[in-house]
């Protein structure tokens, strides 16, 4: 089973960045595709950000697509979010989550997640 721990949200304003980071662990971590969703009360959750288990490959929302970068940490334990240029339509709570696959991580088709970390993005 892996555990995910996320970090790094916070309040910032438009056109800042931020890194979020989520934690692992769990002895199978590193062969898990990662991704990164996001959740707007009210509204369902998207998935943001997507990693292959190697950082091979990755995926993006065409929201985010040149704003933000997923990667992973040094053995794969840490995946994190680079966000630049925040707009307020980013504000959400974050969430990563693992998965056997990026295909599997881009249908939201994930078996462990993170208790998720608040952004928010004001004017």
């Known amino acids: 089973q892996v555990q995910l721990v996320e970090s790094g949200g916070g309040l910032v304003q438009a056109g800042d960045s931020l890194r979020l980071s989520c934690a692992a662990s769990?002895?199978?971590?590193?062969?898990?595709?990662m991704g990164w969703f996001r959740q707007v009360s009210g509204k369902e959750r998207e998935v943001v950000a997507g990693?292959?288990?190697?950082?091979?490959?990755?995926d993006y929302a065409d929201s985010v697509k040149g704003r933000f970068t997923i990667s992973r940490g040094k053995a794969s334990l840490t995946v994190y979010l680079q966000m630049n240029s925040l707009k307020i339509e980013d504000s959400a709570v974050y969430s990563c989550a693992a998965a056997p696959s990026l295909v599997r991580v881009r249908r939201g088709d994930v078996g462990s997640w993170g208790q998720g970390t608040q952004v928010t993005v004001s004017s």
């Open positions: 769990g002895r199978t971590f590193s062969s898990y595709a």
């Open positions: 990693i292959t288990w190697n950082g091979g490959s990755t």
